[in-house]
């Protein structure tokens, strides 16, 4: 595999939240088109776009009805080309979304599906038999609530959907099914893409013995041993590799939830032709409860070190990580793991920044990300817009699982429509997004927080990112060094350095409220600090340091 994707850096758009070109309240491709001078002043190398296909909308795009058409409310092909013309010109990739573990219900190959048991695309889905008292065919239960099987009537069977009804899961033991998705990755990758985001991808070999889950506190089973990191997922990727992407520079990864360090050394290896690289959720999973992230619990900075080293030194010599606070479907990283108040909101925005882009793998900033956009707390259901909230709300409070504070509370800190308001372009009329009434609300600090304001002010948070995107650039240890952690008991401060060769990068920082002192076994001085969130860095008085609040520094030795 190529690596050329080491030391670039990842944008993730949201296209209906990005920008909205024609006033109708929706992000769109030409959108993204005027935008793109932005992100080159930002740095970025790749722009992953969340997907721009047709489709009925229900789970925003993830529910695709032509995977080689463009949604109305997005634009043209002839608009999508123009883009993609343009970003090359500037030297950005772009990265598509591919979502091939379901499709939408209104896609072509479903409703031929669902025509009779004969059809020659009956077997592109999963289809089965009734129970003998008529009921589902396994307990299991789906993503955004509900039985995971959907009965039809016509032909008097049940298909599967892991996620909304609207969204039947594709039969990947069905040869010719295959080779239809490959040929429409070659299509995309014929037109000039460079790779592609795979939603969900470890979830498309099932067990086929398809066994009933353990019972939930939702009156479903858990199926998830037995559709994720299934039984012939790695033959499909290799083939996928051979069949689709040999021949083409591409950058490839995986969305995997449930997925170990151990099974990410298989998807990733080096020799092994599958992806480039992993999402995995143990760090964003942190503090759930036992519903999940709608019951939130407390969560601790030891447990988050302990995730990013099993994952750096998991990965050091056989594979490669991604790296992300955030995205579509993640809280925003400031509210979710710094201190959105006022006086600590760009602080440990920088902080969060620092310690992540330092690692070792390929940094991904989600739009917004890079101007300390902060969650939503809005007090009325009807403004959110996300299924799988909503579906969640009627379910668990409508099963007194959560009573409607607790839920609110729970959407306010961990729903996926925090991410998914508007980007924030100026203090005007709703935050220059657009002239007409935005597809969701917008967040009302877009008067203090937006991209105007970040790039009239040099001390900004989206300068600081950009001193960060320039460091990888510049610094072979940050894409190469080996990860060692400091201090993986402290409850306060992250430390850790990277090593390459004779040199020798120490990343120091305070993810706590308050000031913490700790001795360390060199001497700041004798270093060079290559980008620091308070002044020139970090005070050392022998060999104690004294971190601030939210603190962050990075010093290089040549040892």
Not at 116 to 134: A, Q
Not at 174 to 179: L, P, T, V
Not at 488 to 513: A, C, G, M
Request: one cysteine or more.
């Amino acid at each position: 595999m190529t690596s050329w994707w080491k030391d670039a850096i990842v944008y993730q758009i949201y296209p209906r939240s990005f920008n909205d070109s024609n006033d109708d309240g929706i992000g769109d491709i030409n959108g993204i088109t005027e935008k793109l001078n932005y992100l080159k002043t930002l740095g970025i190398d790749i722009i992953w776009l969340s997907p721009l296909y047709q489709s009925p909308n229900d789970d925003n795009g993830y529910d695709i009805s032509d995977y080689q058409a463009i949604m109305d409310e997005f634009g043209t092909m002839a608009e999508y080309d123009l883009m993609l013309k343009r970003a090359k010109e500037l030297g950005i990739h772009i990265m598509m979304d591919l979502v091939v573990n379901h499709t939408s219900d209104e896609h072509a190959w479903f409703q031929a599906s669902k025509q009779s048991k004969d059809n020659p695309k009956r077997d592109y889905y999963i289809w089965k038999d009734p129970l003998p008292d008529g009921s589902a065919p396994t307990n299991w239960g789906a993503a955004f609530g509900g039985s995971a099987w959907e009965y039809d009537e016509k032909t008097n069977q049940y298909f599967l959907h892991l996620f909304s009804k609207k969204q039947p899961d594709l039969n990947w033991e069905n040869e010719a099914m295959r080779q239809d998705i490959y040929e429409m990755m070659r299509f995309w990758l014929e037109k000039g893409v460079s790779g592609f985001r795979m939603d969900v991808i470890n979830m498309i070999s099932k067990d086929r013995h398809f066994p009933d889950g353990k019972l939930l506190k939702t009156g479903y089973g858990d199926g998830s041993p037995y559709y994720f990191n299934g039984p012939k997922v790695h033959d499909y990727l290799q083939e996928m590799h051979q069949e689709a992407l040999t021949g083409y520079q591409t950058i490839t990864v995986g969305e995997m939830p449930n997925v170990s360090v151990e099974q990410a050394k298989k998807y990733t290896g080096k020799d092994r032709q599958e992806l480039d690289m992993v999402f995995h959720f143990e760090h964003v999973g942190l503090g759930d409860g036992e519903l999940g992230k709608w019951s939130p619990e407390d969560w601790s900075l030891i447990e988050l070190k302990a995730i990013f080293s099993t994952w750096q030194e998991g990965l050091d010599a056989v594979g490669w990580n991604s790296l992300y606070w955030s995205n579509h479907d993640q809280p925003r990283a400031i509210s979710r793991f710094g201190n959105d108040s006022e006086a600590y909101r760009v602080r440990s925005g920088k902080m969060l920044a620092t310690a992540l882009h330092m690692l070792k793998g390929t940094p991904y900033i989600f739009q917004g990300e890079e101007i300390g956009m902060t969650n939503v707390s809005f007090n009325d259901l009807a403004d959110y817009r996300d299924l799988e909230t909503l579906n969640a709300y009627d379910e668990l409070v409508g099963k007194d699982l959560l009573t409607n504070e607790e839920m609110l509370a729970a959407i306010h800190a961990r729903g996926r429509d925090n991410a998914r308001t508007p980007m924030q372009w100026s203090d005007e009329f709703q935050a220059g997004f657009t002239e007409g009434t935005p597809w969701i609300p917008i967040n009302p600090n877009y008067s203090d927080i937006n991209v105007v304001a970040a790039l009239e002010d040099e001390n900004s948070l989206f300068y600081y990112y950009q001193q960060l995107i320039a460091l990888r650039k510049k610094y072979p240890i940050i894409v190469e060094g080996r990860y060692q952690v400091l201090y993986p008991d402290h409850e306060d401060i992250y430390l850790y350095k990277r090593v390459l060769d004779k040199q020798e990068l120490w990343v120091l920082t305070n993810f706590s409220d308050k000031k913490v002192f700790v001795d360390i076994d060199v001497t700041l001085a004798e270093g060079q600090c290559l980008i620091a969130n308070i002044g020139k860095g970090i005070k050392q008085k022998e060999a104690s340091i004294e971190l601030e609040p939210y603190q962050a520094a990075v010093y290089l030795f040549d040892k």
